[in-house]
Nanobody, 124 residues
Framework: QVQLVESGGGLVQPGGSLRLSCAASGFTVDHYAIGWFRQAPGKEREGVSCLTRGDIALYYADSVKGRFTISRENAKNMWHLQMNKMKPEDTAVYYC?????????????????WGQGTQVTVSS
């Protein structure tokens, strides 16, 4: 049974950093495409960053390019989202997700299993 558990959310000031983690069980992270998504109040869930199987392709939303970094930690069967130079518009609930598709698009419909979400708030 696939289970994803996010951690690392919280309150951060503009310009600050947070590192989100997604601990996985029921599958081997190294063998799947993974991603991070976010949903702000009143908005649809959107893809933030995704990494395909075999790390063949890497996607970042334009709004986070140069500030966010996705990475796998295969030894611990987890992955992370390092968020730097954070802005108030990064405030959202962040979700990690996994899919059996090898080369998915970074869209919610291509991902099948989701974590429960972690709140990230950027505010002074």
């Amino acid at each position: 049974q696939v289970q994803l558990v996010e951690s690392g959310g919280g309150l951060v000031q503009p310009g600050g950093s947070l590192r989100l983690s997604c601990a996985a069980s029921g599958f081997t992270v190294d063998h799947y495409a993974i991603g991070w998504f976010r949903q702000a109040p009143g908005k649809e869930r959107e893809g933030v960053s995704c990494l395909t199987r075999g790390d063949i392709a890497l996607y970042y939303a334009d709004s986070v390019k140069g500030r966010f970094t996705i990475s796998r930690e295969n030894a611990k069967n987890m992955w992370h989202l390092q968020m730097n130079k954070m802005k108030p518009e990064d405030t959202a609930v962040y979700y990690c997700a996994v899919t059996g598709l090898g080369q998915p698009k970074c869209v919610t419909s291509d991902f099948s299993d989701w974590g429960q979400g972690t709140q990230v708030t950027v505010s002074s």
